[in-house]
C-alpha cells in the first residue's frame, strides 16, 4: 500500500525552538507539500516542491522553511517555533501529469509552549 | 488565485437523510474540483474528484457531486448517510495545467445523528 509517513503524530516544543517536521513518501512521486490545517480555516499550503532541491512558497510561508535533498523526503523546518504556529500539519504528494491523484499523511500535531 | 468558499461550517442530520454539503469556488482560469474527507485523527482520502467528461461524478461510499460550472459550484451528495459518515468534509481546486497546488475550503463538519 502506498504511503506517505509524517515522523511524529504529536509534538511539543518550547518558544524559541527550531523544528523538524519530516515526511517521507514510497511512491516516487515528483511533488511534495506541507499544509498547515487550523479549525475554521481548512488547509492552507504553507510551501512545495516539485523536484529534488526545487521548493516554491506557498500562500503562508512566513516562519517556515523546507528542504528536499531527495526525491522520497520533505522536510518543513520552523527556524524560532512560536505559539501561533501550534497546528496540525499535513503532508501530501502527488506524481504531477494528468493524474492529479494525492495522497496525503496522517498529519502532525504540533503543540508549541 | 483560486478561492473556495464551503457554505456551511457544520450539518446536522439524521441516520438514512440526504445530506448536501454546499462548495462554490471563484477563478479565473479552469480548475479541476476535488472532495475530500478526514475522518476523526487521521489524513485526507479522496471522495471524488472532477477532471474532464459528464459534470455528474460518482465516489466511494456512495457520495457524488454535480459540476455546475455556470454557478461555479461543486456540491456534495449522499442519498442516505450512515453514523460512518461522520467526518469533516473539504472541498480543493487546483487550476487546469497548473503546478498541482490544491486549494481548500473552510471545511464542512459532518454530524450523523441516530
Known amino acids: 500500500d502506498v504511503k506517505v509517513t509524517q515522523s511524529s503524530r504529536y509534538l511539543v516544543k518550547r518558544t524559541g525552538e527550531k523544528v523538524f517536521l519530516e515526511c517521507v513518501q514510497d511512491m516516487d512521486h515528483e511533488n511534495m507539500f506541507w499544509y498547515r490545517q487550523d479549525p475554521g480555516l481548512g488547509l492552507r499550503l504553507i510551501y512545495f516542491s516539485y523536484d529534488v532541491k526545487m521548493k516554491e512558497k506557498g500562500d503562508i510561508p512566513e516562519g517556515y522553511s523546507v528542504s528536499r535533498e531527495k526525491k522520497e523526503r520533505f522536510s518543513l523546518i520552523l527556524e524560532s517555533a512560536s505559539t501561533n504556529q501550534t497546528s496540525m500539519y499535513l503532508c501530501?504528494?502527488?506524481?504531477?501529469?494528468?493524474?492529479?491523484?494525492?495522497?496525503f499523511g496522517s498529519g502532525t500535531r504540533l503543540t508549541v509552549v | 488565485a483560486q478561492s473556495v468558499t464551503q457554505l456551511d461550517s457544520q450539518v446536522p442530520v439524521f441516520e438514512e437523510a440526504p445530506v448536501e454539503l454546499r462548495c462554490n469556488y471563484s477563478s479565473s482560469v479552469s480548475v479541476y474540483l476535488f472532495w475530500y474527507v478526514q475522518y476523526p485523527n487521521q489524513g485526507l482520502q479522496l471522495l471524488l474528484k472532477?477532471?474532464?467528461?459528464?459534470?455528474l461524478v460518482k465516489g466511494i461510499n456512495g457520495f457524488e457531486a454535480e459540476f455546475n460550472k455556470s454557478q461555479t459550484s461543486f456540491h456534495l451528495r449522499k442519498p442516505s448517510v450512515h453514523i460512518s459518515d461522520t467526518a469533516e468534509y473539504f472541498c480543493a481546486v487546483t487550476p487546469r495545467g497548473g503546478a498541482q497546488k490544491l486549494v481548500f475550503g473552510q471545511g464542512t463538519r459532518l454530524t450523523i445523528n441516530p
Open positions: 472532477y477532471l474532464s467528461g459528464s459534470t
Open positions: 501530501a504528494s502527488s506524481e504531477g501529469g494528468q493524474n492529479y491523484g494525492y495522497t
